[in-house]
Each structure stands twice: as structure tokens, then as C-alpha cells.
């Protein structure tokens, strides 16, 4: 489980029901009618925006934003593109295809393949940029898919108030029902709101970020393949590639480093 989206959305409601315990009763914030019209129309309009496909993968996603993210661990991968640097420039670039079975990243074991193959550099770079676009591009469509979600939350809560509205309006000859009437006609606005801003809208947020996390993470690996292709030493190639990382890593970096030299 991903800690910080979770505390911060018990947070909140915690938060939110806690006020409203403290003013009133939360059963005066239960309306089933305005529940359908907030979530089922926000569901509904993304279906009409977008393919099935893309919604059924933004769904997914919003619930694995509550699950602990896939790690991409920048330092680790580092050291692994240094230590296959290090093979390519002692034994040779072919040496590599023994080593092939230790790369645990597939993004990472193509690039490798290729340079095994002898594939022009210029080729390698334009093949391994292209899939970092292409699932950069994924991505951003199913954040897009929900941040309309998020967008589309307030305007079916404001649909459902002027719903209510109208239906009060139409029994004003009944003045004991006015308040109730009310009163109902604006919770559709307070679910549309709170879902909006407290979870969907943070959710977009948390996505942005993990796909921003996931995309340098592949321009690391593929940097450091071409690297390898160019002959670049494992010195300059380290150098280059701690350069993607804050200061903070690359001094960790550094003393696992020195750590494994005073080892050796």
C-alpha cells in the first residue's frame, strides 16, 4: 500500500466527517439520488469521451494509486549500466550476450540486444527514445482520462443542484419543505466538490508524477546503452548519468561506491 495517498485520504475524510459530526448528523449528507447523479454521470461522461479501454486502464490506475508504486530505483540501475559498461570495455561488446540473463529490466536487455547486434547507434537512439515517448504518451492519456473525471465531478454536482432546485421551486405552496428540499439540492454540489478536490483531482496529481518518475528512469537506461555502443568510457558514462539524479543520491551513490572499493 502507497502510505502517503492513503493517510492523505483518511485524512480528509476524516477530517470532513469529523466537521460535520461536530455541526450536525452525517445521515443529512447521505443522499443516494445525488450520489447517482455526481459519480455515475462523472463515470458515464468519460465513457463518451474517451475509449473503453482508456477508462477501464484509468479506473485501474486510480486504484493502484493506493498500491505501493513500482520501484525504479535510479542508483541501482546506474550501477548496473557502470558494471556492463565495465564488461563491454574489457572483454568486448559481444561479452555482453553472456551477461544478457543478469538484466533484470527488459527496457534495458533490448537496448543491450541491440548494441550485441552491432545496430547502428543512431538507430538504438531513435528505437529506445521512441518507446519512452510511446509509453510517456500512454500515460498522459489515462492521466488526461482522469483529470476529466475530476473536472467532470462539480458540474454533475452542480447538475444535481439545479435539479433540486427545480423541484423545490415546484413545491413552493409547501413551506415545511423548502429547508429539506434545500438542503438536499446542495449536497449534490458538496459530493461533487469533495470527490473532486479531495480525491480524483490529487489522484491526476500522483500519476503526473510517477509517470515522470518512470520516464527518466528509462532515459537513464537508454542513455547508458548508447553509451556502452559508443565505446564511452565507464568514468564519463557514470558522470553523465549521476547528472539525472539530485546531490543528495549522488553522494549516496558515491559512498556505496567507495564502500565496494575499500571492500575490494
Not at 62 to 80: C, G, H, R, V, W
Not at 156 to 181: H, K, Q, R, Y
Amino acid at each position: 500500500m502507497e502510505k502517503a495517498t492513503f493517510f492523505g485520504s483518511l485524512a480528509v475524510a476524516l477530517l470532513i466527517t469529523g466537521s460535520i459530526k461536530l455541526a450536525g448528523s452525517l445521515s443529512a449528507f447521505f443522499d443516494v439520488p445525488s450520489i447517482l447523479i455526481v459519480f455515475g454521470g462523472g463515470l458515464f461522461s468519460m465513457f463518451i469521451a474517451y475509449r473503453t479501454e482508456t477508462v477501464m486502464k484509468a479506473l485501474y490506475m486510480i486504484k493502484q494509486s493506493y498500491m505501493a508504486p513500482e520501484e525504479f530505483d535510479n542508483l541501482k540501475i546506474i550501477s548496473t549500466i557502470l558494471s556492463t559498461a565495465e564488461v563491454a570495455r574489457k572483454e568486448g561488446v559481444l561479452a555482453l550476450d553472456a551477461k544478457m540473463a543478469e538484466i533484470e529490466n527488459d527496457f534495458m536487455r533490448r537496448g543491450l540486444q541491440m548494441v550485441v547486434d552491432g545496430v547502428d547507434v543512431g538507430l538504438i537512439a531513435e528505437i529506445m527514445d521512441t518507446e519512452i515517448s510511446a509509453t510517456a504518451n500512454r500515460h498522459t492519456e489515462v492521466k488526461g482520462t482522469i483529470d476529466f473525471f475530476g473536472a467532470s465531478l462539480p458540474a454533475f454536482g452542480m447538475i444535481g443542484t439545479i435539479m433540486g432546485l427545480v423541484l423545490l421551486l415546484g413545491n413552493l405552496d409547501d413551506p415545511a419543505s423548502i429547508g429539506p428540499n434545500m438542503a438536499v439540492a446542495l449536497i449534490t454540489t458538496f459530493y461533487g466538490a469533495v470527490a473532486a478536490n479531495s480525491i480524483f483531482i490529487p489522484l491526476g496529481k500522483k500519476v503526473d508524477q510517477r509517470n515522470n518518475i518512470e520516464a527518466m528512469y528509462m532515459e537513464i537506461i537508454a542513455r547508458g546503452c548508447l553509451m556502452i555502443a559508443g565505446g564511452v568510457h565507464p568514468r564519463i558514462i557514470q558522470e553523465r548519468l549521476l547528472a539525472y539524479v539530485s546531490q543528495k543520491e549522488r553522494s549516496k551513490f558515491n559512498e556505496i561506491h567507495l564502500a565496494k572499493e575499500l571492500k575490494e
